[in-house]
């Protein structure tokens, strides 16, 4: 008997110890979990015109977020998310997106005045590409469509090596060939940038740059930076992930970058806060809390948050026909720069083009001059494969098969944009493929063999 009630003494004590030890690990993430899912979920079903079923089918279906309980009120454009102890929760602002409600309230989000800027052109059908949705009858010589084709049906396979393919896209000399997309979505769908929206964040700067209202070389004016090293980081040194900064990117687990996504108001804040940890503009360090530094750094240029809400609308995207773009906010009300921006995949073709013209933009200089050749230019210690906010191939290490002036935006689970100036074309790519489920290299290369020049 004595020996029984031992037993169940060690039994009930080890129960004890699994279960602290089980809330001690999930308690941390529960956020990140319910956060993931009502924000994504928010604005695909809101900016991104998809339906729950599909969200939840396909870019919820992982991990502990496909167990998640997510109810959506589409009267007020909210969303609710629970998982075990922990709920999170979204508003919707009209022209802003879908934004998590943490660290400030529902109405100091819906409070900032947030302007309503008129959508340019319109009419688009009767517009001629690139401002415009009115395609030419024929495709340009020099490309093999039979090849092409061919590329963009394995694209589609949907089984690895060419899992999770949502749209594809590719302009050549300027010319939209291609535009495919998955059983259920179409040209009116906005696709969710992820990382793409850093390269975003690198055109708003350069505007900034060009009108005079940023020095990128300068130290960046963070008051709580003036009393120690950090005082020294520069734009420069954000916009190359060289900044010095304490950084984890790690997406698996209660990280820096999951953190800030979905546990955080002012993501600008929690990152600027970080110590140092190494020498400024020495080691590379992906980062996505220093392109919200920068996005904080241009909302403080303007003289108030109304100038701040319209210039993305009113700088880039009504110049370039981006019609459908939405740049979201994070609850504080700087544009989440590292990760919210949705758009059409014509849109995202547009935004290729700018950059495939050097800034320049059916004659207007948009960006500085030499700004695509400041993008380009390999940040140090990154043996050639990222710039300023965007991703290149000088060292062909992801892309052996793609010329090696090929630069690219990139965005978490397979969004991109390629730009390959050598070759004249643009090429988009959005879906949902977690790691070594897509041959990219694959992919582009076999678009690139397709052209002649």
């Known amino acids: 008997m004595k020996s029984k009630k031992i037993a169940l003494k060690i039994s009930a004590l080890l129960l004890v110890i699994i279960l602290a030890g089980g809330y001690l690990y999930m ?7 319910t956060g993931y899912a ?103 010589a020099g490309i093999n469509m039979t090849q092409i084709n061919l590329a963009i049906e394995k694209a589609f396979a949907d089984t690895v090596p060419y899992k999770g393919t949502f749209a594809v896209m590719v302009v050549y000399k300027g010319q939209p060939i291609v535009e495919k997309y998955k059983q259920g979505l179409s040209a009116e769908n906005k696709f969710l940038s992820w990382s793409m929206a850093k390269s975003f964040t690198n055109a708003l700067t350069g505007i900034m740059v060009k009108i005079g209202k940023i020095d990128i070389h300068a130290p ?87 100038e701040y809400f319209a210039f993305p609308r009113t700088a880039l995207f009504n110049k370039i026909g981006m019609r459908s773009a939405v740049f979201e906010v994070d609850a504080s009300g700087t544009f989440a720069g590292s990760s919210y921006l949705y758009a059409t995949m014509r849109d995202y073709a547009r935004f290729g083009l700018l950059y495939l013209n050097n800034g320049n933009w059916l004659g207007e200089q948009i960006l500085p001059e030499n700004w695509v050749e400041y993008t380009t230019t390999a940040a140090a210690d990154s043996e050639g494969q990222y710039g300023a906010f965007f991703w ?3 060292s062909q290490t992801d892309y052996p098969d793609v010329p090696s002036d090929m630069f690219c935006c990139r965005g978490h689970d397979g969004q991109y944009i390629y730009i390959i100036p050598s070759k004249e074309l643009v090429v988009i790519r959005t879906g949902f493929s977690k790691k070594g489920e897509f041959d990219y290299n694959e992919f582009l290369a076999d678009i690139v063999k397709a052209v002649e020049n």
């Open 392 to 394: 290149l191939n000088k």
């Open 220 to 306: 960046a004016d963070i008051e709580i930076w003036q009393n120690d090293e950090r005082r020294n980081i520069t734009i420069h040194n954000l916009m190359q992930m060289s900044s010095g900064l304490e950084w984890n990117e790690n997406y698996g687990n209660s990280s820096d970058v999951n953190n800030m996504l979905h546990k955080v108001g002012d993501m600008a804040r929690f990152t600027y806060e970080k110590p140092l940890a190494d020498t400024i503009g020495t080691n590379w360090v992906y980062s996505s809390g220093t392109t919200n530094i920068v996005s904080y750094l241009i909302r403080t240029a303007f003289n108030n948050d109304a």
């Open 27 to 33: 308690n941390p993430l529960l956020p990140i979990i």
């Open 38 to 140: 009502a924000k994504n979920l928010s604005s695909g079903i809101f900016v991104a015109n998809r339906t729950q079923e599909s969200m939840e089918a396909n870019d919820l279906n992982f991990s502990f977020i496909k167990y998640v309980k997510n109810t959506v009120n589409y009267e007020t454009k909210t969303v609710k998310s629970r998982f075990l102890w922990h709920t999170s929760r979204t508003t919707f602002v009209n022209g802003y997106g879908s934004v998590l409600v943490n660290d400030y309230s529902k109405n100091d989000i819906q409070a900032r005045p947030y302007p309503v800027v008129p959508v340019f052109p319109e009419n688009t059908d009767t517009i001629p590409w690139p401002m415009g949705d009115l395609m030419a009858d024929s495709i340009p």
